[in-house]
């Protein structure tokens, strides 16, 4: 079956630690997008990508960093700038194209600091 | 700049009645699309309708319809016959056709259905 792979679903981040989380999609989709969620709030967009090799900022993308080397891949980093990282991370992809086509999303990662 | 707002923070509703969620939208795009997801407690995101700016008819799907009004810029959903397992987060979204399908989210709205 087709869909998004986030891991890991749990994750501990030590102080001046940079880390990443992975997000893989077998849905041939084009656009991808990293959203970070606090608890009873709602998903804020921190990048996205179109294309391979391509992505811009969302709305919160201090302290977060991005690449796009593959079209099924989008790792998001954690960098150690970001001083309040604990969260739920989604991940979600697009085929694209503008046609009313819902985001399909991964089961998300919590990342916390230890 | 654009925006979703929801209104409601938390609504209650009792099992088998109808329930309306709000959600208010700004845009200076002429094209664009509306999404309602629910997400439980589990924490997966759950697509539930959509509907397009240019879109004649309110979209429906099962018990879930949206009473779309442009001219308003609201696109409130509305659950018929409320179910113990629609208590959940429901968040409204909205994707820019002309920005690179760059969607956003509002701050959502949790739902609890009393039996």
């Known amino acids: 079956d087709g869909g998004i792979t986030q891991s890991p679903k749990y994750l501990f981040r030590k102080e001046g630690q940079n880390v990443t989380l992975s997000c893989e999609q077998n849905l041939n989709h084009d656009a991808m997008y990293w959203y970070r969620q606090d608890p009873g709030q709602g998903l804020r967009l921190i990048y996205y990508?179109?294309?391979?090799?391509?992505?811009q900022k969302g709305d919160i993308a201090e302290g977060y960093s991005v690449s796009r080397e593959k079209k099924e891949s989008f790792p998001l980093t954690v960098t150690s700038a970001q001083k309040n990282p604990t969260a739920f991370y989604l991940c979600?992809?697009?085929?694209?194209?503008?046609?009313?086509?819902?985001?399909?999303f991964g089961d998300g990662t919590r990342l916390s600091i230890l | 700049a654009q925006k979703i707002t929801q209104t409601q923070p938390g609504m209650f509703v009792q099992e088998k009645e109808a329930v309306t969620l709000d959600c208010t939208y700004d845009?200076?795009?002429?094209?664009?699309?509306l999404f309602w997801y629910k997400q439980p407690s589990s924490g997966e995101m759950i697509f539930l309708i959509y509907q397009g700016s240019y879109d004649q008819q309110n979209a429906t799907e099962g018990r879930y319809s949206l009473n779309f009004q442009k001219a308003r810029k609201s696109a409130n959903l509305v659950i018929s016959a409320s179910q113990l397992g629609d208590s959940a987060m429901y968040f409204c979204a909205m994707s820019l056709k002309t920005s690179y399908d760059k969607v956003i989210f509002g701050p959502g709205t949790s739902l609890s259905v009393i039996p």
């Open positions: 979600a992809s697009l085929r694209g194209g503008g046609d009313g086509q819902p985001q399909h």
């Open positions: 845009t200076s795009d002429p094209s664009y699309g």
């Open positions: 990508s179109q294309i391979v090799n391509d992505f």
